[in-house]
């Protein structure tokens, strides 16, 4: 008899520990993409394994979406709605150090210039604390942006007074300075302001022509050497949520986040844009490369925003110049 209370006791205790032991945290991933957009079919599933893995399956990952637009991603992790997300820098104005990426002509790949973005983040940009209420866990950039319309483009003048959609960020600097007329709209939205007519023309990647299916209504491409401009994405995370996990938790999910993250967020970028020329190609998208003198002309425009972000930069308490320097050596040397 009393072996066999020895033993149910032992039973009871085991019982009692093993929630502890087997406890599973969910971190609850917004996302505003479609599903098959490459962010969330490979990208963060991609991670998701990562962290569990790192974590001994002790925290997994759940993509959830329309839980709000895709301008209030930082407001829903900052306030715990969701545990992680997605953001476009240029969505909001407040965000300054983060156009460093997005300058135009870098001229390189995704990959190159979202490892670049990342370590000259965490030793320049990191100052201005651009992402305070939240922890950063990643950056990226998409690759170089082209000019996408619906008539062909012969010369950058034919843009002047057409009705364009801009990102926001450097990407709406283009637009101005090259006297388009503004469509401001988050990226889910393009495709219905093109094909209603409320937009002429849109400024995005070429992998755009198949994830937002852009090939249906814009079917001329122009490719500006060395990018039109670039574009700045984060991730991040709830701080609380991040806190409230073991230091070992903790330290596994920074394991496989920051500079490993921004690489598979821009080969990924990468292959999208092969994946979308692709699709432009087989639908008969007219694809033209600027001529050198026309790409003389961007660079000329281009110059004053350059030198207006160092501006703002310096304000900031980062060297403008130095950052740019840096993350252009870095990217073009990857």
């Known amino acids: 008899m009393l072996k066999q209370l ?3 006791g032992l039973a009871f205790g085991l019982f009692l520990i093993t929630p502890t032991l087997f406890a ?9 993409a479609p599903p098959t957009h490459h962010i969330n079919n490979v990208v963060w599933p991609t991670w998701g394994k990562w962290v569990e893995e790192a974590t001994e399956g002790r925290v997994t ?10 301008l209030k991603q930082f407001e829903l992790v900052r306030d715990g709605v969701a545990d992680a ?36 983040h965490q030793k320049h940009l990191a100052k201005a604390d651009e992402h305070r209420g939240v922890t950063l866990i990643g950056l990226t950039s998409h690759g ?28 709406s600097l283009v637009g101005k300075a090259l006297g388009v007329t503004a469509v401001k709209l988050p990226a889910p939205k393009v495709y219905e302001a093109l094909s209603s007519g409320v937009a002429d023309g849109i400024f995005m990647p070429i992998e755009t022509q198949k994830s937002f299916r852009l090939k249906e209504v814009v079917p001329h491409v122009t490719i500006m050497p060395g990018g039109l401009y670039y574009g700045s994405f984060a991730f991040i995370m709830n701080s609380d949520f991040l806190a409230g996990l073991s230091e070992t938790d903790r330290n596994a999910v920074m394991s496989v986040s920051g500079e490993k993250l921004a690489k598979l967020a821009g080969q990924q970028w990468d292959a999208a844009d092969v994946a979308g020329l692709a699709a432009a190609k087989k639908a008969g998208t ?7 003198e026309m790409h003389k002309k961007y660079l000329a425009i281009m ?21 740019l320097e840096e993350l252009r050596a870095i990217a073009r040397g990857y």
């Open 61 to 70: 990952t759940k993509i959830e979406y329309n839980l709000a637009s895709p």
């Open 303 to 323: 110059a004053p925003i350059e030198a207006q972000w160092i501006e703002r930069a310096n304000n900031l308490g980062i060297d403008g110049k130095a950052a």
């Open 144 to 171: 170089p942006a082209v000019i996408q319309t619906k008539a062909p483009l012969n010369s950058l003048d034919d843009l002047s007074g057409q009705k364009i959609r801009v990102p926001g960020g450097v990407g």
């Open 286 to 292: 007219t694809i033209t490369t600027a001529s050198a």
């Open 85 to 120: 997300a997605w953001i476009f820098h240029g969505y909001n104005t407040r965000y300054v150090a983060t156009q460093a990426v997005e300058m135009p002509n870098l001229g390189t790949s995704a990959e190159a210039a979202s490892v670049a973005y990342w370590r000259v």
């Open 6 to 8: 020895k033993l149910l």
């Open 24 to 32: 599973q945290e969910v971190l609850n991933i917004s996302s505003w």
